[in-house]
């Protein structure tokens, strides 16, 4: 483990010093690359007490079409990433949320490889191996929780949802109406395979039976010197499993000045699956099915550091459950979180979580408590 760590980063490092050695002659290539690495214990409660470590290297590379001297408004994107770790939800705590978002085992794929097309500054169309959660169903308030259910409602978990780890082939159409509005809609691949059939998500292959995920959202930009804000209402469809999802982000800046911001925001979702059914046999293997989700949590931007460089956030998230045996089950995760940002491109992150009734396959769990700490890297 500690040699796969050293050679992402060394990795990392070698991509940064071949980026700016090309920005200097190419303009048209953009070079990215990052690592993210968590250590984590649970102390209390969920399956047993355990400790482990997760990591998660990624790199990109983007052509930009018009400084590359070609044709306006076009970019081309690849990325490619690594998993390597523990996997404690699966194996010591037991929630449904998922406590880190980096969990995914130990893997390396391409996560991402699309080509998007500006028209006249207003449009914009995206083709190819997309990630559907970095355009839609996110909070950029919510950003920097490392409970999963922060980054994209857990009620998308009951469907075919090309997202971290696996993503999955998808056509989207942004039209940005005016600096404050702007409408997105979608269509991606709803028959997304597992690493056990798709280890290096290469294996791509359209199947109606599977079903396609449509998803549209509208999205409204409250421009305010002091009170700024982002809201979002979007509607998706899973063709195969016949269930649709409404959701609805905001973000919102409650008060700031040169030194502090006091940010708020709240996510929530519900899903009706015209296909869900109270029969024991059939409830078998998914023991209960997520139907509605909601989060909220307030941020303190600048808590020590004048310069805004620290973040303190405290959240919570629910996940409620329909299920023949659970009348009114649900899961629930405490997050608090702090951030702060030594260098430009390093930053660490104490967190504490705390899980009430942890909610997976495993019967009676206790309430778990969980600490990490991850460090981070970006370039």
Not at 54 to 63: E, M
Not at 85 to 100: K, N
Not at 334 to 347: A, M, R
Request: with cysteine; charged share 20%; net charge negative.
């Amino acid at each position: 483990m500690k040699k796969s760590i050293l050679a992402v980063l060394h990795f990392s490092l070698s991509v940064l010093a071949f980026s700016q050695e090309s920005e200097e002659k190419v303009n048209a290539l953009t070079f990215s690359a990052s690592y993210y690495g968590d250590f984590l214990g649970n102390t209390t409660g969920g399956i047993k007490k355990d400790f482990a470590y997760l990591g998660q290297g990624a790199i990109g590379l983007n052509l930009n079409t018009e400084a590359a001297g070609w044709w306006n408004g076009g970019e081309l994107s690849i990325s490619g990433m690594s998993t390597h770790g523990g996997t404690p939800t699966e194996t010591f705590i037991g929630d449904f949320q998922c406590v880190d978002n980096i969990e995914a085992g130990n893997h390396a794929f391409l996560s991402e490889l699309w080509y998007k097309q500006q028209f006249a500054d207003k449009f914009s169309l995206t083709l190819g191996l997309q990630d559907m959660n970095a355009e839609y169903a996110f909070c950029d308030a919510a950003a920097d929780y490392i409970n999963s259910s922060f980054g994209i409602s857990s009620v998308f978990g009951n469907f075919g949802t090309p997202m971290f780890p696996i993503t999955g082939l998808g056509l989207n159409l942004r039209w940005d109406i005016s600096d404050k509005w702007a409408w997105q809609a979608g269509v991606y691949d709803g028959g997304i395979l597992d690493f056990d059939e798709n280890p290096y998500n290469i294996k791509w292959k359209l199947d109606k039976t599977k079903g396609y995920l449509t998803v549209t959202e509208a999205i409204f930009n409250k421009e305010d010197a002091n009170h700024a804000g982002v809201y979002k209402l979007g509607v998706s469809y899973h063709t195969g499993e016949e269930d649709a999802v409404l959701y609805a982000n905001i973000g919102q800046s409650l008060w700031s000045n040169d030194k502090h911001e006091l940010e708020a925001f709240t996510m929530a979702a519900y899903s009706f699956n015209a296909n869900y059914s109270d029969d024991k046999d059939e409830l078998a293997a998914a023991y209960f099915y997520n139907n509605f989700h909601i989060a909220a949590g307030l941020n303190l931007n600048g808590v020590f550091s004048k310069q805004q460089k620290d973040k303190l956030g405290v959240a919570f998230s629910t996940s409620l459950f329909r299920d023949f045996d659970k009348k009114g089950a649900h899961e629930t995760a405490i997050e608090l979180t702090y951030k702060y940002q030594i260098l430009e491109q390093l930053f660490v992150q104490p967190d504490l979580q705390y899980i009430v009734k942890p909610s997976t396959k495993y019967a009676a769990l206790d309430n778990a408590f969980v600490a990490m700490l991850r460090f981070g890297v970006e370039f």
